[in-house]
């Protein structure tokens, strides 16, 4: 029986609930911040590696996936556990590989899901509190010499009031398509330091770090990328 106040059980009912208008906005350009650097930035870090594999872990619609398919010569898995995104992502891209899978059951069963990646990425996917095994899972999947490359927002941007982990609500009233009937997402807020101490954590070491900014040079998100320390 789902615990109904788990934040991480709501965190998943508001992907269900909100899967059309998420698409309908990704899709539309509705979220300022991608258009203005962060999709660049994301897709820039990871083409630069030239990739053979890329694992998208929480791909939502399916965009990324989508974007990679252009990079000649790199195979893309996306990974997601609302399953009407991922009938979204399948229905723009019938020939892409998409697993309707949640975190819990990839953690459970990392072997589900192609190994020897160069890149595995969370372009905004990794919002739970407890993130250390989904990390490491991912690690695990790494070919020698990949990385995983998390994208999220910067935490000096999106503090609000208190500069503390904790749990937060996103109530998606700053995109573009705020008419639309949001459920609200609860997502967990690290510092900088917990964000640097996660990835220690599950084994991995930061290679860089980079802000991707406006035009006023006020950073966008936060772009970590990291290898396996053994
Ligand atoms: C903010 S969206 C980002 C989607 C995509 N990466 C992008 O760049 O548009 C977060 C994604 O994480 C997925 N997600 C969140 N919690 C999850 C969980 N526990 N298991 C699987 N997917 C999850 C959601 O379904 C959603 O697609």
Same mark, same amino acid.
């Given at each position: 029986m789902p615990d109904r106040t788990d934040p991480v059980e709501q965190l998943i009912r508001s992907w269900n609930a909100n899967a059309v208008a998420w698409?309908?906005? @990704?899709?539309?350009?509705?979220?300022?911040?991608r258009k203005a650097a962060t999709d660049a930035a994301i897709v820039s870090a990871i083409v630069g590696r030239?990739?053979?594999? @890329?694992?998208d872990i929480g791909c939502g619609e399916g965009w990324l996936v989508r974007r990679l398919t252009q990079?000649?010569?790199?195979?893309? +898995?996306?990974?997601?556990?609302?399953a009407s995104l991922i009938a979204a992502a399948r229905a723009s891209d019938p020939g892409g590989d998409y697993r309707d899978l949640t975190y819990a059951e990839f953690i459970a069963n990392p072997d =589900? +899901? +192609?190994?020897?990646v160069d890149v595995a990425v969370f372009n905004y996917a990794l919002l739970e509190?407890?993130? +250390?095994d989904l990390l490491s899972s991912a690690a695990s999947r790494l070919a020698?010499?990949? @990385?995983?490359?998390?994208?999220?927002l910067h935490p000096w941007a999106s503090a609000g009031s208190s500069y503390r982990d904790g749990w937060r609500t996103e109530d998606f009233s700053a995109f573009a398509s705020s008419d639309e009937a949001w459920a609200p997402m609860p997502w967990y807020f690290r510092t900088l330091e917990s964000w640097l101490a996660l990835i220690r954590d599950a084994g991995? =070491?930061?290679?860089?770090?980079?802000?991707? =900014?406006?035009?006023n040079g006020a950073p966008l998100s936060l772009l970590m990328v990291a290898a396996r320390t053994a």
């Open positions: 698409t309908r906005t @990704v899709r539309s350009g509705g979220i300022a911040s030239r990739p053979r594999r @890329v694992l990079e000649p010569g790199c195979a893309t +898995v996306g990974l997601d556990g609302c =589900a +899901v +192609v190994a020897g509190s407890r993130a +250390v020698p010499g990949g @990385v995983v490359i998390v994208q999220t991995l =070491a930061l290679e860089t770090l980079r802000e991707p =900014a406006g035009d």
